[in-house]
């Protein structure tokens, strides 16, 4: 594979051209009124699936979107990798706070990415992750050093709970047999200091519904004698925290892993850089659980945010309504161990209990899954890790993330492997933000380790 | 003035219809899109001023939408009424729990108003009760009783705090001299007890921003470990009421005046069930400061409501997001002797000074005003209470309002003269509501009212 780099450089504009068309589809799982371009997204994956050098591809129908599915199997002797990604994108909303509009791929230099990134949503999650592998086929196929056999499982319902996949995944495990399943859909330290991803949060998400008076009124007029549902949310919110930051959910807790000393003196190895945080965020402080330093907050302990929230007059000037109801859209990030069905349960309790008599309270889980932690001492992590080290020229960092892709434990209870999270975003790439984007440098680098990874996996499997 | 019920009997439909054409116009102050509808209001109450009998009237330029300045002056040794009215109209929002469009008025029956009401924002609040004005003063001038001058001075900026009309006052007191100042925006209790409303509440409206990290960030990402401006807004605002729902904004109480017992079991006199008005709003429970009754509640007792909240992502389905901002629209309701402007002071600098450093804070104040009380031994609240009696057969109530006329106070200061809140409308008239409505029976007998009140102040003025 000592030619990998030669082919990425030769087919460089290209592979960026190819990626580019695909993040023009506005393919925003969220929003029904996008359907037809998530529809034409899966479409386009499959076409390039099909090119790379997939034998069979498939739309696979479900109850929502529907999953690409394409194999190539060169030998029922030989190991299987699962290449698990998303097609569906995040809503661009704030929409005026893009540089440039979200559907039109464009390539700026920043100091991060000085080879240059694509703006776009989608260009890092998941689309420009996911393309990495098709074009790492393309590459093993056409210079006929594909090692093992690979399928290839693209979804459209990542950023909406991946409801479908659970239903497709419980259906089609002879289909989806594999030894390892390979995802990039997740970040590493920065471009000089590669890591992979060995635990991921879990999460629920839930909206909820405060109903006051039938009707909006008079804040003059009832101002005072009626529970004011704005008010009311922001009370029982603000009390789902108390003065610790630790969250007040009876039995929030019970299941939380919490790591020995020499764990936490482990991560706390990871180069960071407190000030260059709070720089890089324009906040002067920090702020979270008391006893957990910020790297712990946002990987091994578990939160509670509100994502949006809404109520009464949002306009231009002023409106002096009491109004009759008042939204919020609330997650709660999990660790290893904690149910998510059994927290969104816990919290629809609790929220319900603290809610005074003179409001009604709705509570709609969204969706939710499973924290994950992968073991550093697989073969999975050992060939991802030598390939990076190949191409990297140093040895990436085992490292948590607070983020969630609720599918993985899915996958170790139906599919009865272990996934390797190879992912090649940064922090920085904005991703679920306005001016999301994905460095040219970072794009091609996954598209020269991935075939590595099949390489040594192969070999190590032997 | 025996004739007056049969001229309103014989001019109904075209008095109704005059109002329904000027309520077609969407003179919404707040939003800055219906400028041109708002200048177009002025001039159509400048012609209706004109027709009634007005012998002069202005369109007068200030800072902001121009004032409708009309008068009839025919004796200068005879009184003068200064009748105060707006021709601005709220916002609609929320536009789709309009059972009608707000600018397309209909006439529909209901179980309060039998006769109909025309259902129209602004029908009530406060184009309908203004235009009573105008008809009172044709049917003087046709039928040749009127027994006084009269001015009129209609504004077009009440919903968005007068402004304009203070800097108008200000420059015009000779102009605008007078003996009483009478203002038709305000309620009644009930068709068949009606009320004068003798005290009014203050007002503060603020806008605050919490502003966390420069940019949307990913919750899986961050969630724990920055501050969410939406959850720090929460405790923010929770924070501003304690156990008792007392505000706990230090000094906010300082000058609120303490009714005595006797003038409490005074209060407590005027009719009120309170089933029925947990059942019109369909609640299980009414909600206030420990201590106070419902009227008591929204009417002597200081209030802070949250009229508007936002931030982070309100589309369908979810997206898990900290969002950089968080907002609110607050108002505080006042009583006399609290000064508006001190309140928005304490208000600014408590808001700012329990935030975590973890966030920036920015308030805003929108606008405010003085609470008010009239007296009821003033030959103006006689006058008033006089032609009540006369067109509804039973004594008028007088009655504390948890609303605010912000402007009623600056008059009394400016111009010297008392100011009579003869209302008609109801408090299910849902005024600043979807589905704003005003009783074809009260828009006819505020027509009926309103001469006798010239009648019996001129007389008593003697």
């Known amino acids: 594979?000592?030619?990998?780099?030669?082919?990425?450089?030769?087919?460089?504009?290209?592979?960026?051209?190819?990626?580019?068309?695909?993040?023009?589809?506005?393919?925003?799982?969220?929003?029904?009124?996008?359907?037809?371009?998530?529809?034409?997204?899966?479409?386009?994956?499959?076409?390039?699936?099909?090119?790379?050098?997939?034998?069979?591809?498939?739309?696979?129908?479900?109850?929502?979107?529907?999953?690409?599915?394409?194999?190539?199997?060169?030998?029922?002797?030989?190991?299987?990798?699962?290449?698990?990604?998303?097609?569906?994108?995040?809503?661009?909303?704030?929409?005026?706070?893009?540089?440039?509009?979200?559907?039109?791929?464009?390539?700026?230099?920043?100091?991060?990415?000085?080879?240059?990134?694509?703006?776009?949503?989608?260009s890092c999650d998941d689309k420009g992750q996911m393309y990495m592998h098709v074009k790492a086929l393309e590459y093993m196929v056409n210079n006929n050093n594909l090692p093992c056999n690979v399928k290839f499982m693209i979804e459209g319902e990542e950023e909406i709970g991946s409801t479908s996949l659970a239903w497709?995944?419980?259906?089609?495990?002879?289909?989806?047999?594999?030894?390892?399943?390979?995802?990039?859909?997740?970040?590493?330290?920065?471009?000089?200091?590669?890591?992979?991803?060995?635990?991921?949060?879990?999460?629920?998400?839930?909206?909820?519904?405060?109903?006051?008076?039938?009707?909006?009124?008079?804040?003059?007029?009832?101002?005072?004698?009626?529970?004011n549902p704005i008010n009311i949310l922001t009370k029982m919110i603000a009390s789902l925290h108390d003065e610790n930051n630790h969250i007040t959910i009876p039995g929030f807790y019970d299941k939380v892993e919490e790591l020995s000393t020499?764990?936490?003196?482990?991560?706390?190895?990871?180069?960071?850089?407190?000030?260059?945080?709070?720089?890089?965020?324009?906040?002067?402080?920090?702020?979270?659980e008391t006893g957990y330093t910020t790297n712990e907050r946002n990987s091994i302990r578990p939160t509670l945010?509100?994502?949006?929230?809404?109520?009464?007059?949002?306009?231009?000037g002023a409106k002096t309504v009491i109004a009759s109801k008042a939204h919020a859209?609330?997650?709660?990030?999990?660790?290893?161990?904690?149910?998510?069905?059994?927290?969104?349960?816990?919290?629809?309790?609790h929220f319900i209990n603290i809610a005074p008599k003179a409001v009604k309270i709705k509570v709609t889980p969204h969706h939710g899954g499973q924290g994950y932690v992968t073991p550093i001492n697989n073969i999975g992590y050992k060939a991802a890790s030598k390939a990076y080290e190949k191409t990297f020229g140093i040895t990436p960092i085992p490292q948590r993330s607070g983020g969630s892709i609720p599918i993985v434990a899915l996958f170790e209870?139906?599919?009865?492997?272990?996934?390797?999270?190879?992912?090649?975003?940064?922090?920085?790439?904005?991703?679920?933000?306005?001016?999301?984007?994905?460095?040219?440098?970072n794009y091609l680098k996954g598209i020269e380790t991935i075939p590595l990874f099949f390489k040594y996996f192969t070999e190590m499997s032997k």
């Open 168 to 227: 497709f995944v419980e259906r089609n495990q002879e289909k989806l047999a594999n030894d390892v399943i390979l995802i990039s859909d997740t970040g590493m330290i920065s471009n000089t200091q590669p890591s992979i991803t060995t635990g991921l949060r879990g999460l629920s998400y839930v909206e909820v519904e405060v109903t006051g008076p039938n009707r909006d009124l008079h804040s003059g007029l009832y101002g005072g004698a009626v529970a």
């Open 413 to 441: 209870k139906e599919l009865k492997s272990k996934t390797i999270l190879m992912g090649f975003g940064l922090d920085s790439d904005a991703i679920h933000s306005p001016n999301e984007h994905f460095g040219i440098f």
């Open 1 to 122: 594979m000592e030619n990998i780099k030669a082919y990425v450089t030769q087919h460089k504009d290209r592979f960026i051209n190819e990626l580019i068309e695909l993040l023009k589809i506005p393919s925003i799982s969220a929003d029904s009124a996008y359907s037809q371009d998530v529809l034409n997204t899966a479409d386009a994956v499959k076409k390039a699936l099909l090119t790379a050098g997939c034998d069979t591809v498939e739309i696979c129908e479900t109850p929502g979107y529907p999953i690409v599915y394409g194999e190539k199997i060169i030998d029922n002797n030989l190991p299987t990798v699962l290449v698990y990604g998303h097609y569906d994108v995040q809503p661009a909303d704030p929409i005026e706070l893009w540089d440039s509009p979200p559907f039109e791929p464009v390539i700026k230099k920043t100091e991060i990415h000085p080879d240059g990134a694509i703006f776009a949503r989608g």
């Open 329 to 349: 859209k609330i997650s709660m990030r999990l660790v290893p161990n904690q149910d998510w069905k059994e927290i969104t349960e816990l919290f629809t309790n």
């Open 305 to 316: 945010d509100v994502n949006g929230i809404w109520g009464g007059y949002t306009g231009e």
């Open 262 to 288: 020499e764990e936490r003196a482990e991560m706390a190895k990871a180069p960071f850089s407190l000030e260059a945080y709070k720089k890089a965020l324009d906040i002067d402080e920090v702020y979270g």
